[in-house]
C-alpha cells in the first residue's frame, strides 16, 4: 500500500518536519539513496518498504532511526493518517 501523501500532512501538523520522497524526485528511487536522503537530513525514516529492516545494509546506530510500518489493505487513508 502507498502511503497516503497526506500522512506528511498530518505530522507536521502535530509538529513535526516532514518531508515526502515522492517531492524531491525519489519515488522509485534506490534504498540507498533514500537512505541517505534521510540521513543528509539527520531525519528518521518512515516506511512501509521491508528492506529498511535489513540491519546488514542499515545497522542499528548508524542512522537518525528507521520505522516500518504496515497496516492492512483494508483501512482506508484516513483511518490510517487518525
Known sequence: MKKPRATVEVLKGCGYEAKDIRDYGLRGAED????????????????????????????????????????????TPNEINR
Open 32 to 75: 540507498e539513496e533514500i537512505y541517505q536522503f534521510a540521513q543528509n537530513d539527520q531525519a528518521a525514516l518512515i516506511t512501509g518498504d521491508m528492506g529498511f529492516g535489513n540491519i546488514l545494509y542499515f545497522p542499528i546506530g548508524c542512522h537518525f532511526g528507521i520505522v516500518i510500518v504496515h497496516f492492512p489493505n483494508v483501512m
